[in-house]
């Protein structure tokens, strides 16, 4: 008999919002956390928006040590997989067994806005420490590996099973969370800490995608300037963020008496082997995954609830979506409520497939679909029912959710009501 996963646990950091229940009242009330740059001048650059967190390490569990020690992407995922561990009261659990209990961890870019730093200093001549007589910090080869991130949620949660990082670009948070899924399917772990996370805003990464035009350069209008499936999109807004959770085998959950969020029904990931920027307009490679994804879930296209859309804001990018949606479903996915969350916390590259799960299993969890903020515009090519504005009350039993990525890399997810 097949595993069940199930989630158990979520923590989050997101813009705008720094916890789980203040990031679902984001969402549900239909804010927005895109505002003008402040961690450095943009003025050079030709997009100057981004969604950053109101993060301060010192006040959410860090110690100095720790604050000193990780990226800020580092304390994002310690602190999200902190938050999932006591929401699922893992805490509390004598029985837990270390040696059964793994970490996954997705990233995009690792410790872009640390490395950013230290190559600036290091260039600049240094920083001479008469004790260590180094140029840069002593923990600038954490910064240099991403694989310092499942080691830092590791020791912080006390997990001694597999670890590992997924870098698939935008698609990692995804992929994480369906590897860990699956690690726990075929029984090498029966608890995962898994999730991703990311903080980019910095000029290295800013100007990369200035580079290519994927960004918006609406910057004067820093609230509206995401608008995933709106006629006037021109670009994404960059974001930050991280989101944690507590995976279990479903009967050792069921018998500790743990809530579950949603099982994790189906995943599949694929790839375009085609361009790094580019989509082929009809959503094949989108459409084959969700495909895969919904029959490894043995679910019917008829039996989802809600789409939980990648929904970036660029113009390429909404209309393959929207054809994936179509081929995959047929005349289901016009029936089907589609939103972007992004709309609202922007793209925190590889962590915004984690942030969207946790959207995906609150919407369950509360029968109410967030909205597509800024969506005042149709466009005739995105043409299905994507919740413009305001939050639906909708029974929620049954969430697809779905990644895309630079280098091709197309992921979906299948969550469920655990019944």
């Known amino acids: 008999m097949e595993r069940r996963v199930v989630i158990t646990g979520i923590g989050v950091i997101a813009p705008g919002a720094i916890g789980t229940k203040e990031f679902w009242a984001l969402l549900s009330e239909g804010r927005t956390a895109t505002r003008t740059i402040t961690f450095f001048d943009p003025s050079p650059f030709r997009s100057r928006v981004a969604a950053e967190a109101d993060f301060d390490p010192d006040l959410h569990g860090l110690s100095p040590q720790e604050s000193r020690r990780m990226d800020r992407a580092a304390q994002f995922a310690v602190v999200a997989a902190r938050e999932a561990l006591m929401d699922s009261e893992l805490e509390l659990d004598l029985s837990m067994d270390p040696h059964r209990t793994g970490v996954t961890v997705g990233s995009a870019v690792g410790a872009t806005m640390g490395l950013d730093r230290e190559y600036r200093v290091v260039s600049d001549g240094g920083r001479l420490d008469v004790v260590d007589h180094t140029y840069a910090v002593p923990h600038l080869y954490d910064y240099f590996v991403p694989s310092s991130f499942a080691g830092e949620v590791a020791r912080s949660v006390a997990a001694e099973g597999p670890a590992t990082v997924i870098s698939t670009g935008c698609t990692s948070g995804l992929d994480s969370v369906g590897y860990a899924a699956e690690v726990i399917r075929e029984g090498s772990a029966d608890v995962m800490i898994a999730g991703a996370s990311d903080a980019p805003i910095s000029p290295i990464t800013v100007a990369c995608f200035d580079a290519i035009k994927a960004t918006t350069p ?138 969207e799960i946790a959207a995906s299993a609150l919407a369950i969890e509360h029968n109410l679909v967030p909205p597509t903020a800024n969506l005042h515009e149709p466009d005739p090519e995105c043409d299905l029912d994507y919740v413009p504005n305001e939050s639906r009350t909708w029974p929620t039993d049954m969430v697809l959710t779905v990644g895309s990525g630079f280098g091709g890399f197309q992921s979906a997810m299948v969550l469920g009501r655990v019944t």
Do not use: W
Request: hydrophobic content about 35%; aromatic content about 8%; proline content about 4%.
């Open 218 to 355: 609406r910057h004067d209008d820093p609230a509206r300037a995401s608008r995933p499936f709106d006629r006037t999109r021109n670009g994404f807004v960059l974001g930050e963020g991280a989101a944690m959770f507590v995976l279990e085998e479903y009967e050792r959950a069921k018998a500790r008496g743990a809530h579950p969020y949603a099982e994790i029904a189906g995943f599949a990931t694929r790839c375009n082997a085609f361009h790094m920027t580019g989509l082929q307009p009809d959503g094949r490679e989108m459409a084959e995954a969700i495909r895969a994804a919904l029959g490894q879930a043995r679910v019917a296209s008829n039996q989802i609830d809600y789409i939980n859309a990648h929904g970036s804001g660029t113009k390429q990018n909404d209309r393959h979506e929207t054809a994936a949606f179509k081929a995959s479903l047929g005349s289901d996915a016009y029936r089907t409520p589609v939103s972007s969350i992004k709309s609202m916390v922007g793209h925190s590259l590889g962590a915004i497939g984690s942030i």
